[in-house]
Nanobody, 124 residues
Framework: VQLVESGGESVQAGESLRLSCKVSGYTYRRLSVAWFRQGAGKEHEGVATIGSDGTTNYADPVKGRFTISKDNAKNTLYLHMNTLKPEDSAIYYC????????????????????WGQGTQVTVS
């Protein structure tokens, strides 16, 4: 499975941004996919997951502001981010796994599953 993120950039607090992740190499519809982030000097942090059945889960810091979605026809995962805050600044990674839900969100294990190279989001 290959994952390639795009869409990261520098924005002002309160603005919106949409990240994309193109997935290839596997019938990813059978996998859960997710967004994680890693701030400077911090561990990987779960942001949102979406299961093969479309069930979504969000980390508390982003609930109500971020929306995860996927377009199966385009093999693309999205993260719509609204009302961005400086603390949202991080490298954002998309990932695919047979793991799913809040357990995966809380315990990213970046050495398992499949991960992209990340895209930088900076909010000032």
């Amino acid at each position: 499975v290959q994952l390639v993120e795009s869409g990261g950039e520098s924005v002002q607090a309160g603005e919106s941004l949409r990240l994309s992740c193109k997935v290839s190499g596997y019938t990813y519809r059978r996998l859960s996919v997710a967004w994680f982030r890693q701030g400077a000097g911090k561990e990987h942090e779960g942001v949102a997951t979406i299961g093969s059945d479309g069930t979504t889960n969000y980390a508390d810091p982003v609930k109500g502001r971020f929306t995860i979605s996927k377009d199966n026809a385009k093999n693309t995962l999205y993260l719509h981010m609204n009302t961005l805050k400086p603390e949202d600044s991080a490298i954002y990674y998309c990932a695919a796994s047979f793991r799913y839900g809040y357990k995966w969100l809380a315990d990213p294990r970046p050495n398992t599953g499949w991960w992209g190279q990340g895209t930088q989001v900076t909010v000032s």
